[in-house]
């Protein structure tokens, strides 16, 4: 690979013209100007995907009838299950547990933790390996306000406030409590938290901080959090067994509002298991790889949305699905990266978005939402941004700034994985701007919860991702590592407290399926898919068309 | 409006690569079958592009998990070669294999009731074989994040826990090390242990945060945040703006803000 072709870097030579003066205005702490309340509210509308009537619409069918979501997601929660609920048999189960746990990423991990110190014997199943999650790939930290000038009132205030104040307030304020335990908590398991010699928790500002609170370890914070509290988990397989690619692919319910287990897949030997439970916690993760709106994804290989179609066919409420965060730096070159998530940090380091012409088109540390929004304008509208040679476009992320600004060494030092991941591309990201495009990112609202997991069904819980309420309808930097340890183990005790309350578990149907698929019916869809996907479909043209079967 | 939807979309290939304009095809060996590829596509988007679709051997597609640990030789050359099939591209005449399991030993314990003063005949009781690397050097050659795997190792059988623990920090745990040895060492898992009982006996325990967490317990914040919860948006969003930002520069611990009762 031999870096940037030689028309990047004739255009890269505007920035460099440019950079001198702008060094010089941030040194005197002098910004672009941010938008206004109003400015940003027209932009949004304007340029944001999420407030674009094409590629949306309303679903038919379900709890939520009506709400206008994206069509990737509307088409999903349309969905025929893969079972036919008159071939299957119920009446010998596979496994029962006290707790299902579905989902093997952080929240799952969490509540099978928590669920297991209650006593409860836990079931673990996921689509792929255990800690096969978007919570491995979270590298920007996690909050928590643990310092004295701190305290979760202010936490509450940053996290509500980032939200634009459509949080669910019990939710915030259970995220900001529990937050020191939480840390305490993964301290106690052996996390390496980066620290001060004597021990004090090393801690910066994000996006929408009011205190330096985002712990982290390494550039790999929530790595280092999903092999920490997999390993534990994996001390404890008397009490957790743990079935890797056994996807859930549809609830079971006892018919009378209430959960009874699940059906799961084995990928691998095609076989369908069923496993009663006298509770069950989804914690299904995101849903990335729908490519809403055909966008690429920071998520990982599994997130799409299997809990919120299964959970949404056993008539639970959705709260905010319909809000989406577009991550405004992802990398659009070199074409092997395109996708892979530019941390805010760089931003927060200094680093200013420039177009075509080297020029600075927005301030750089707006909500998410307002700063896709503005390079969506700038290269879609206003023109001014640069094409790549495979037909993208994005802008510059002028990442030289950092070291100019803090110090050579400072982008290595700070930013070790992504300058390893364009290093390997011959492009210093020291030297050289980055070149970057909004990149689908995170699913703001989900399966809708209380401050104690329980979801709209009896003895179903949901925590992570999957769920909406607690991020509003913007989610900050820091707060979903947060979110699937803090709710993750409310999910798991408040799971197992409930199991502890039956006797055993209830007689299984799938008669909700019946009445979802009649529900299709009624709603005239034609030719429903059948959900959930399980894994996305990446086979090219030339492949399918030989593909007979 | 209009125009930008037609715009988006073409830029917005979903995880499609395309290659560049005068790409070409090259041949790559998949377990030892033929397929033509164009070059740039890394050897998990050339993989799913000769029709491949996969179930083991993905995983976050973005070089931190190690589900896709890979095995590859070029033909004409005998050097073996690994690395992750989502960071490493393609080149002619690549012969790719990956790893879709390794069995790794990982024995259970736990962690609570390890005695602090004997962490290092607790890994000596757990993973003996560490103890008989005959120092070749291969892990370190097979690692694909640039790990010094041998010299961990070697701190290990020295008895520097917390420098082992510093020195596997970007472990991916992809098993590729493991696969190789010939002692038949098990590198990832015993530095995963190793690396919990730094964080949980080596490292200094943040007091700060034990405090804070004695006052969550207390309920000290109950009621300041149930009264948040209660209160009207005019008023959150009126606190919200007018809350003091602690400084950029100020070191940890050391500031504190006007209004302190809250905190």
């Known amino acids: 690979m031999s870096g940037y072709t030689r028309e990047f870097k004739e255009l890269i030579k505007r920035v460099e013209a440019t950079r001198p003066a702008r060094v010089e205005k941030a040194r005197r702490g002098e910004h672009f100007p941010a ?93 792929l390996r255990h800690g096969d ?15 004295e000038g701190d305290s979760p009132y202010f936490h509450y205030l940053d996290v509500i406030g980032g939200g634009h104040f459509t949080n669910k307030p019990d939710l915030v304020a259970a995220l900001a409590n529990d937050a020191p335990l939480i840390i305490h908590w993964l301290e106690g398991l052996g996390m390496m938290f980066d620290k001060l010699p004597g021990g004090r928790m090393k801690v910066r500002h994000g996006g929408g901080t009011s205190r330096k609170r985002m712990h ?77 709106q055909g966008f690429p994804t920071t998520n990982h290989y599994g997130a799409t949305a299997d809990g919120i179609v299964m959970a949404y066919r056993a008539g639970v409420e959705l709260q905010d699905l319909d809000s989406t965060q577009y991550h405004p ?10 996708g892979l998530l530019i941390t805010e940090k760089v931003r927060g380091l200094g680093a200013q978005l420039l177009n075509i012409d080297g020029e600075e088109f927005c301030f750089p540390l707006e909500p998410r939402d307002v700063e896709s929004s503005c390079i969506l304008r700038e290269c879609l509208e206003v023109g001014k941004g640069i094409p790549t040679p495979t037909g993208r476009v994005g802008v510059w992320l002028d990442s030289p700034m950092i070291d100019i600004l803090h110090g050579e060494g400072t982008v290595r030092k700070e930013l070790p994985a992504k300058y390893i991941q364009f ?127 | 409006m209009g125009k930008d939807k037609d715009a988006i979309k073409p830029l917005a ?19 030892g079958r033929e397929y033509q590829v164009p070059e740039t596509l890394t050897v998990m988007k050339a ?33 073996l070669r690994a690395g992750l099939a989502c960071q490493t591209v393609v080149g002619p005449g690549m012969i790719i294999v990956q790893l879709p399991f390794f069995p790794a030993n990982r024995p259970d314990y736990d962690l609570e009731n390890i005695d602090e003063g004997a962490l290092h005949e607790e890994l000596r009781r757990l993973y003996p074989e560490v103890f008989k690397c005959v120092g070749c050097g291969t892990c370190t050659r097979t690692c694909p994040m640039d790990i010094d795997v041998m010299d961990y190792i070697a701190l290990m059988k020295r008895g520097d826990l917390k420098g ?64 948040l919860t209660e209160m009207s948006e005019e008023d959150v969003k009126k606190l919200y703006v007018e809350r003091e930002r602690e400084p950029d520069m100020a070191e940890p611990g050391t500031w504190l803000p006007e209004d302190k009762e809250h905190l």
């Open chain 1, 329 to 338: 730096t992802g990398a659009v070159y070199p074409e092997q990266n395109v």
């Open chain 2, 13 to 31: 290939t979903g995880d499609r690569t395309i290659p560049p304009e005068g790409a070409r095809m090259i041949p790559i060996y998949i377990m």
């Open chain 2, 164 to 227: 082992a623990a510093q020195k596997s920090f970007d472990c991916v745990m992809c098993g590729l090390c493991t696969s190789r040895c010939p002692a038949q060492i098990s590198q990832f898992t015993a530095a995963m242990f190793v690396r919990r009982l730094c964080g949980k006996y080596l490292m200094p325990k943040a007091e700060h945060l034990a405090k804070r967490v004695e006052e969550v317990k207390s309920g000290r914040y109950e009621k300041m945040l149930k009264d």
């Open chain 2, 47 to 79: 993989v799913e592009y000769a029709g491949y679709r996969y179930v083991r051997g993905c995983g976050c597609r973005g070089g931190i998990c190690g589900a896709c640990a890979t095995f590859y030789r070029f033909v004409g050359d005998y050097k």
């Open chain 1, 423 to 549: 290093k390997r591309y011959d492009i210093d990201i020291s030297k050289e701007p980055m070149l970057v495009f909004p990149t689908l990112h995170y699913q703001n609202g989900g399966l809708s919860i209380n401050e104690r997991c329980e979801t709209t069904l009896k003895g179903l819980y949901a925590a992570g991702e999957v769920s909406g309420g607690v991020h509003g309808r913007n989610r900050l930097m820091g707060n979903s590592l947060l979110d699937v340890l803090v709710f993750g183990r409310r999910a798991g005790s408040g799971a197992a407290e409930y199991a502890k309350s039956l006797k055993q578990s209830p007689a299984p149907t799938l008669e909700h399926v019946r009445a979802f698929h009649r529900e299709l019916e009624g709603a005239g869809i034609e030719d429903p898919v059948t959900g959930p996907v399980l894994l996305p479909d990446y086979a090219p043209e030339h492949v399918k068309k030989r593909q007979w079967d």
């Open chain 1, 133 to 147: 999650s978007n919570t491995v790939m979270a590298e920007g930290g996690i909050q928590c306000a643990d310092q």
């Open chain 1, 35 to 127: 938008l206004t309340m109003s400015q940003r509210k027209e932009w949004l509308s304007a340029y944001h995907p999420d407030y674009k009537s094409e590629g949306r619409r309303a679903v038919a069918v379900g709890p939520s009838k009506g709400q206008v979501l994206p069509e990737e997601v509307a088409v999903l929660l349309e969905s025929r299950s893969l079972l036919d609920p008159d071939r299957v048999s119920l009446d010998e189960a596979d496994y029962e547990t006290d707790v299902l746990v579905i989902g093997g990423g952080g929240a799952g991990t969490a509540a099978a933790l928590a669920a297991e110190e209650a006593g409860a014997k836990v079931l673990l199943s996921t689509k």
């Open chain 1, 216 to 292: 982290s370890a390494g550039d790999m914070t929530g790595a280092e959090i999903m092999r920490v509290i997999r390993d534990e988990s994996r001390n404890r397989t008397e009490k957790i067994k743990v079935l890797e690619f056994s996807p859930a692919v549809e609830l079971l319910t006892d018919g009378s509002g209430g959960v009874a287990g699940a059906v799961l897949y084995n990928i691998e030997t095609k076989e369908y298991y069923v496993v009663r439970a006298k509770a069950v916690v989804i914690a299904t993760g995101g849903f990335g790889r729908l490519h809403i």
